[in-house]
């Protein structure tokens, strides 16, 4: 499958509209917000503002490709925490968490803290996020 | 904006591929037919239908409609574990399927008010019952042995005398022939099993893994999309439009005004979100473009008019204030606030001819069909109206405006078309939170007593801004509330718990004055106003004195209530249930922060311990973040904050600890998704009044002089 864009569409867009890849949530547009959260080499960027020109050789991954079965041991945290409420900010906060952990894997709490201060929650799920990613962080270290 | 950096003369086009050697790899999964095309489950071939809300099949899964809208309330969970609890049915094999909406099979199918457990309690319950009756008659029937002799439990009949089971599927048929009782008996609460329980989100896998759920997230072949550039500033109005340019644009395949709308539809929202900026317009006044400056001196200078419109009045309160030893009078403000859900507005519509069908995120389905059959001048029962997961409402998806765009745009252009709006479209289209005054009196006799009460209220597109038969009415002899309502372009709605999520910050603040002033300890202040309305009421109380007491008492007792230094109280009774909220305070390097918030609320039964947890947790934390920093201002008729770089959100860092606790009293449900926003603004500020001795009058707190020192969240 391929598509043609023009170079300045954001990568999010890109995902959205052409691949149909939904999971990537529009929120802000401005990079405020983080719903758009995606990993480009890992590390974790927002498609609404990234050109996707600028992409280059880069793996994208995003929340769909985080793992096949949606079992990737940030996922599973969050689904044994149950952290979602309306769930429209959760595939960013989560792609945000999956490469804190994949950089420290065992962060502390004020580590937690500023790196989930990147994504907003309307709904208010913020205790449970920062207990989601403690938890996740002891299955990556404990496996 | 992002756009902003755009050269949209540049015709430059990428080629993605992909898949490796395409110039970008892609880490996702291919195969996944899930993952590309949005699908709503309406019903289930294979099921036997027992009621609207539930079918069971011969494979022994059961079916579940949940017909009201899922924005964060979790009643896609809750709802049918309500069901489920009277069949006596086995959890892991229930299968939840969000209703399309449907009038003749539900009623009330909205979110808004609190009110669809409250509402629904009983008859998911019947529901649930119901087929379960039917199951134990045709099991009954099946054995040839008395129905009396039968028990259920886990997804089965049992007969134990003769140690024979059989599962609902097995029993589905010969069930589903019987006939429907009229009359069922229901479980005595104490035998609830599933309610009550912690049970997780049943769409919580498909949230996490990125799963399409969400209105913006439908797509269908060969549907077109649509941005609108709507009038930027309230009370203006289209004058001309020149959209040669933004036609020439790529992919843009028409530019269609309708009333004070330019819609530009396309095949992209990037291309479509290019072309919109591209647009020319001009706009004339239609009326007075407001600003902020004006609204500030309107809400003063009203509360000083000569007449209001009489909301209650108790016993001679003239005479009262006379009398008073002490006279206490505050004024308190709050801004417009935009509701911010943060999957923004967008729906589906396509209208044919024959038939019109929609999809999307709305908290007001019934309401939006009959709207857009109204503007079509088409039958309702042509429309269908099908509910995608919402990502977020807070009441702004309570209205249908956004639907409605979407149908005339569609019928106009005359095919499917999903109109999406940005964030700045979504923060400066309104319906917003209105802005508020309050002025509070109290009249205080020698003794401290308060044998006088005031409040006039006066706001913006507010409608009436008092909530007059709420405490502490009944509880003060002498008592006069009023108000006034200034009408204005700007348009206002209902934002999560309406009037009440500033009304009772300013209320909770004001009587944490008055009890210091009266010299007497704030908790004890409201209990001797309660016992008041109690034994000795002044014309009607229509809030319930034990179960407020009750969760005064919790909050008290859990917040370490007379123990600890810097604590803050408040309660308030809204929608029908009754929260109390203490706020601790701590100094911490000359440093006064926000520690934790202790939380009593009585909602009567707790349907799910997990969803009602996070309920309350969140409604906490909205309304500290809105107190402490939302803010909407206006100048010459356009909002100035319009995306979330000038508009601040409460983030992860800033939230306390949040301690809640329950009341079990074994009432029906009274609802849970407002009530405990309202107490917070007033317990936090009345804990940081502790801490620095200065009081909040106004909102958002950040406006306030003499912030220094004091911080949400930990010290890091």
Known sequence: MSVDVESDTPLLWVLRDHFQLVGTKYGCGIAQCGACTVHLNGAAVRACTLPVSAVGTKAVTTIEGLSPDGQHPVQQAWNEVDVAQCGYCQAGQIMTAAALLAKTPKPTRAQIDNAMQANLCRCGTYHRIREAVERASEKMTKS | MAMETLKPTRREFLKLAA???????????????????????????????????????????????????????????????????????????????????????????????????????????????????????????????????????????????????????ELAADARALPVPSEVKLKNKKDFKLIGQPVRNVDHPAIVSGKPLFGLDFYREGMLQAMIQRPPQFGSKIKSVDATAAKAMPGIVDVVQFKNNVAVVGKSTWQILKARKLLKIEYEAEGTLESTSDHDKLLKESLNAASATLRRKDGDVEAAFKSAAKVIVREYQCPFLPHNPLEPMNFFAHVQPDKVELVGPSQTPDMARNEVARLLGIAPDKITLELTRLGGGFGRRLKADYVLEAAELSSIIKAPVKVTWTREDDMMGGSYRPAVRYRFEAALDARGAMIGYKLRGVGINSGNPTREDNFPSGAVENLLIDSIEHKSAITTGAWRAPITNFLAFAEQSFLDEVAMEAGQDPVQFRLALLNQAKQKPTGSVKYDVDRMRAVIELAAIKGGWGSKRNLGFSVYFSHRSYVAQVAEVEKIDGKSVLKKIYVAADCGVVVNKLGALQQVRGGVVDGLGHAFYGNLTF?????EQRNFNTFRLIRLKEVPEIDVHFVDNGIDPTGLGEPALPPTGAAVANAFFQATGKRWYEQPFVKQQGLEGVQLGAPW
């Open chain 2, 635 to 639: 100048k010459d008729g356009a909002a």
């Open chain 2, 19 to 169: 898949a490796a050697g395409g110039g970008l790899v892609l880490g996702f999964h291919w195969g996944d037919s899930e993952a590309t095309a949005m699908h709503v489950v309406t019903s289930e071939a294979t099921t036997l239908n027992f009621n609207s809300y539930l079918s069971i099949g011969t494979d022994n899964i059961i079916t579940i409609f949940s017909p009201n809208p899922e924005l964060g309330q979790n009643i896609k969970t809750s709802f049918p574990m309500i069901v489920a609890e009277e069949l006596d049915a086995d959890w892991a094999n229930v299968r939840v399927a969000q209703a399309a909406l449907d009038t003749a099979r539900f009623e009330r199918q909205l979110t808004g008010g609190s009110g669809a457990i409250p509402h629904s309690w009983e008859r998911l319950r019947k529901a649930g019952a119901t087929a379960r009756h039917m199951l134990v008659e045709a099991a009954s029937a099946k054995w040839q042995v008395p129905s009396e002799s039968l028990r259920t439990e886990s997804g089965k009949v049992w007969h134990d005398a003769s140690v024979r089971a059989a599962t609902y599927g």
